[in-house]
């Protein structure tokens, strides 16, 4: 079936440094990703969504300047968090949604876990 | 807009016992609804969903659900707890994108 790889799986950053997590459809063409953030016992509060060859459309409260969105073609998508702080640190997922066929799906990442020192 | 509410942080049953999450949902046009379950430090595994049709929905590892639309709810179930249940659960409804609840801890005990 579909497969959405997240990479990686866990990092350790010091203050102030960029991370790039990736995120790939592996078997289906997706227009449209999602990406989310949890924070520890809470539920996964929707950062942006990510359109293919267009600008993300960020929820209220995230910046966009600090989470920054690509999804340059239709399996690729990265949230780089740029001059990352310890209040950054959190588990981040992705999602890619299938809209081929009739019957669309949308399928998660394994998540990454980001902790910034 | 929409929106779903889980009643209920954390549920503790017995192995063997019957498990019911509680999930209700706001929305304004007729909903497509999720059941997921989340393993510690991983991310999320679809457990069953409802979009037209049969309003009673079967998903993996036995669990199910109803989508009652008089009640605006789409609770979850299943007949007899395993040890392996325990994770946390999260409903979630869609429009042009997929809102989740504040989620359900699982705890089974032996």
């Known amino acids: 079936g579909a497969v959405v790889s997240q990479h990686p799986s866990r990092v350790i950053c010091k203050s102030g440094t960029s991370v790039k997590i990736e995120c790939r459809s592996l078997?289906?063409?997706?227009?449209?990703m999602f990406w989310y953030r949890q924070f520890p016992k809470q539920s996964l509060m929707l950062m942006a969504t990510?359109?293919?060859?267009?600008?993300?459309?960020?929820e209220q409260g995230v910046e966009k300047d600090k989470f920054l969105i690509n999804h340059a073609s239709l399996t690729l998508s990265t949230l780089t968090v740029t001059s990352a702080h310890p209040e950054d640190s959190s588990f981040y997922i992705c999602?890619?949604?299938?809209?081929?066929?009739?019957?669309?799906?949308?399928?998660f990442g394994s998540g990454t876990q980001l902790s910034v020192l | 807009a929409q929106s779903v509410t889980q009643l209920g942080s954390h549920v503790s049953v017995s192995e063997g016992a019957l498990v019911l999450l509680r999930c209700n949902y706001s929305?304004?046009?007729?909903?497509?609804l999720f059941w997921y379950v989340q393993y510690p430090n991983q991310g999320l595994q679809l457990l069953l969903k409802?979009?037209?049709?049969?309003?009673l929905v079967k998903g993996i590892n036995g669990f199910e659900a109803e989508f009652k639309k008089s009640e605006t709810s789409f609770h979850l179930t299943k007949p007899s707890a395993h040890m392996s249940d325990a994770a946390e659960y999260f409903c979630a409804v869609s429009g042009d994108k997929l809102i989740f609840g504040t989620g359900t801890r699982l705890q089974v005990f032996p």
């Open positions: 999602s890619a949604r299938d809209s081929a066929g009739t019957n669309e799906k949308l399928f």
């Open positions: 409802y979009t037209t049709g049969a309003t």
């Open positions: 078997d289906f063409q997706a227009t449209t």
């Open positions: 929305s304004s046009v007729p909903p497509y």
């Open positions: 990510s359109n293919e060859g267009s600008k993300a459309t960020y």
